[in-house]
């Protein structure tokens, strides 16, 4: 059984100063604890699980520490509206943000909702994006329900947060798309090798001072009369015209 200061810790977590504060992020359920578990960049600081779940992961669990605990105990940690079987303490990344952006790179502009930010690492992995550059005005990666919505991607997408404006300004040597409603058909440009896909937050859109430096803007043909398409969609769309 778990004491009520360590029960209380691993509540603090999913509270972001705390989560900054401690170095660390919470990962739960089955399939995404274990794919982290399978990372070499993640170090898993602690595992809390049924004592079933622990037994039939001895070896993907290692020499990790693990705490058996009982469904009441993992409701009062969990962060999810139906927990499952296991939850982690992860260490947080160390992911420096590219002084000179190499490859293809997706630039996020104050993207607010954690499952849009979420589906965009993985949507960002399923294409082999490697790094994500963010807004500061940007859900936080490490946020639980981010975390959640990646499945594990988060272990292998970088994702940073800068001044976006600032870097966007020093990458002088690459070519910026903005994702807009009046851009060029994306099915008229070629496949890229590199380039910064620069997507805007998804009410207001680009800003105004980012969207000035975009080299080129680009759109998803509309037929219908939607107003517009979730950020997240609209990312994986234009990916899948764009990646070579």
């Not at 919470?26 to 602690?46: D, I, Q, S």
């Not at 082999?128 to 940007?138: A, D, Y």
């Not at 499945?151 to 870097?167: D, F, K, N, P």
Request: aromatic residues 6%; glycine residues 6%.
């Amino acid at each position: 059984m778990l004491s009520k200061s360590r029960l209380k810790y691993i509540q603090t977590l999913g509270q972001k100063k705390f989560r900054l504060q401690e170095g660390c992020f919470l990962a739960e359920g089955p399939k995404l604890v274990a794919e982290l578990l399978t990372e070499k960049r993640v170090f898993v600081l602690e595992i809390f699980a049924f004592e079933e779940w622990i037994s039939e992961n001895q070896q993907l669990i290692g020499q990790t520490a693990c705490s058996i605990i009982t469904e009441q105990e993992l409701e009062k940690i969990s962060q999810l509206n139906t927990p499952n079987q296991v939850l982690a303490v992860v260490k947080q990344f160390e992911n420096a943000v590219p002084d000179r952006a190499k490859g293809l790179i997706l630039a996020l502009d104050n993207i607010q909702d954690p499952g849009n930010l979420g589906t965009m690492i993985r949507i960002a992995d399923w294409f082999g994006i490697q790094q994500i550059v963010c807004s500061e005005g940007t859900a936080e990666c490490y946020n639980p329900k981010v975390v959640q919505a990646t499945m594990g991607s988060i272990a292998r997408v970088e994702v940073c947060y800068t001044q976006l404006e600032e870097w966007l300004a020093a990458q002088s040597h690459t070519q910026v798309y903005a994702a807009v409603l009046d851009g060029q058909d994306i099915r008229k440009l070629n496949p890229l090798k590199e380039g910064i896909l620069l997507i805007g937050n998804e009410s207001k859109g680009i800003s105004p001072e980012l969207l000035a430096m975009a080299n080129q803007r680009i759109s998803i043909p509309q037929r219908g009369k939607a107003e517009s398409l979730n950020a997240a969609v609209a990312a994986g769309i234009i990916l899948s015209h764009l990646v070579s």
